[in-house]
């Protein structure tokens, strides 16, 4: 069949991480990086992006970090941090998969349960999970639906 009346384009929804996000919004952020065209890709298709509540924290703990390691200036973290709270990702809160986080986090190592969170949603959301975290995708990269940005 062709892709005529009838036929759309099914959404597919993301869950992304910290690790992809500061990739978008840091000063200097490189427009060529794979969490670059990542977001251009879900931006282009018109894909919902969701993550847990964690996030802004941890984004926004980030930028702060990079002021105080002179990565960045306090102003370029300002308009980061306006970036960050515009981006087009619904949050869903952090309780609600926290169970399903630990026992993930136990299963795997007692890797960190604030990343095993995006795992978590991404699990019961049915999706995919888009992380740049390289020992998390080392720990769940087996999983099917777990992907490094630009894959």
């Keep these: 069949m062709s892709?005529?009346?009838?036929?759309?384009?099914?959404a597919v929804i993301a869950v992304?991480?910290?690790?992809?996000?500061?990739?978008?919004?840091?000063?200097?952020?490189?427009p060529s990086s794979p969490s670059m065209k990542t977001l251009h890709r879900l931006i282009?298709?018109?894909?919902p992006v969701i993550a847990p509540e964690l996030l802004y924290v941890e984004c926004a703990s980030a930028l702060v970090a990079g002021v105080r390691r002179s990565r960045w200036t306090g102003s370029d973290a300002d308009g980061a941090y306006r970036l960050l709270v515009r981006l087009p990702v619904r949050a869903v809160s952090d309780g609600r998969y926290l169970d399903r986080a630990w026992e993930?986090?136990?299963?795997?190592?007692?890797?960190?349960?604030?990343?095993?969170?995006?795992?978590?949603t991404a699990a019961a959301v049915g999706t995919v999970f888009i992380t740049a975290d390289e020992t998390l995708l080392q720990r769940l990269g087996h999983l099917g639906w777990v992907q490094r940005p630009g894959s």
């Design 104 to 120: 993930l986090s136990r299963r795997y190592d007692n890797h960190p349960v604030y990343d095993m969170l995006y795992a978590a």
């Design 16 to 30: 992304v991480d910290a690790s992809v996000v500061i990739d978008w919004i840091a000063p200097r952020a490189d």
């Design 44 to 47: 282009s298709a018109a894909d």
């Design 3 to 10: 892709a005529g009346a009838g036929w759309r384009r099914w």
